[in-house]
C-alpha cells in the first residue's frame, strides 16, 4: 500500500468510521436506553411547546433557516464557494477541505438514519418529512460542516482578531439557526440537532487536521495543484528571489 493510501486511511477513513460508529451508539443510547430518562423525557414537550408559539413572522423566518440548510442549497453552496476558494487562492488545499468536511458529514449522517430509526416529533411537522429518520438532523449537520467550514477558512486568512470573531459570530449563527428552524417547524427533537453539532463539527475537524495542516506530509503521492508534501505546486514551481 502507497504512503498516500496510508494516510488517507488513518487521517480520513478511520477518524470517520469512528465517528460514525460513536454516533450510532450515541442514538442507540438515546433512543433505547436513556429514553425514559431526563432530560430526553422532556424533549416531548420542547417542541409541543415551541409548535404552540408558531406565528406567520417567525414562520417565515424559519423557512429562511430550513432553505439555507435544504440539500440543493448546501450543494449548491459548497461548490460555488468551493470554485471561489480555487479561482482566489490557485490551490486545491482549501476546496478539498470544504468539500470532503460535507461530504463526510452527509455519510455519517445517512449512514446513521438508517442504523437509528427515530420517528419525528409528535407535532404537525410544517416541512414534507424526507425518507430518512430524525436522528440525528441533516439539515443542521450539513449547515455546521459548510458554514462552521467556511468560518474556519475566513478566520485563518483574517489579519485581526476582531475579524476573525466577526466571522466566527456570523457563520455560526447560521446552523445554530438552523437547528432552532427544523424543531420549531416540528422536524426533529432537540438531542437530534445536538448530535447533528457533533457530527459536523467533528467532520470539519477530521478534514482540517487531514487537509489544511501544511505540517503533515502525504508521501510521494501528488494530488492536483499540491507537491508531494502538500504544497503548492505554483508556489513550488516559482524561481527563488523575485
Avoid at 115 to 138: K, L, N
Avoid at 215 to 236: C, E, I, M, Q, Y
Amino acid at each position: 500500500m502507497s504512503d498516500f493510501a496510508v494516510q488517507v486511511a488513518k487521517r480520513v477513513l478511520l477518524p470517520v468510521a469512528l465517528l460514525l460508529s460513536f454516533m450510532i451508539l450515541l442514538g442507540v443510547l438515546v433512543t433505547r436506553v436513556f429514553d425514559k430518562v431526563w432530560p430526553f423525557t422532556a424533549e416531548d414537550t420542547v417542541n409541543r411547546e415551541l409548535a404552540a408559539d408558531r406565528t406567520g413572522g417567525w414562520n417565515d423566518v424559519s423557512l429562511v433557516f430550513s432553505t439555507l440548510a435544504s440539500t440543493q442549497m448546501i450543494v449548491v453552496v459548497t461548490v460555488l464557494v468551493a470554485l471561489v476558494l480555487r479561482l482566489v487562492l490557485h490551490r486545491w488545499r482549501e476546496p478539498l477541505f470544504l468539500c470532503a468536511a460535507v461530504s463526510a458529514q452527509a455519510l455519517v449522517f445517512l449512514l446513521t438514519t438508517m442504523a437509528i430509526d427515530r420517528r419525528r416529533p409528535a407535532v404537525e411537522h410544517m416541512d414534507v418529512s424526507p425518507p430518512t429518520s430524525s436522528f440525528p438532523s441533516g439539515h443542521t449537520s450539513a449547515a455546521v460542516a459548510l458554514y462552521v467550514g467556511i468560518a474556519l477558512l475566513l478566520a485563518l486568512r483574517a489579519k485581526s482578531t476582531g475579524a476573525k470573531a466577526t466571522w466566527w459570530t456570523l457563520l455560526v449563527l447560521v446552523p445554530v439557526g438552523v437547528a432552532l428552524t427544523r424543531m420549531y417547524r416540528g422536524m426533529h427533537h432537540p438531542s437530534d440537532v445536538v448530535a447533528s453539532f457533533l457530527n459536523g463539527g467533528t467532520c470539519v475537524a477530521i478534514m482540517a487536521r487531514a487537509v489544511l495542516d501544511r505540517t503533515l506530509r502525504w508521501g510521494r503521492a501528488k494530488l492536483p495543484g499540491l507537491t508531494p508534501s502538500g504544497g503548492d505546486v505554483t508556489a513550488a514551481r516559482a524561481p527563488a528571489g523575485g
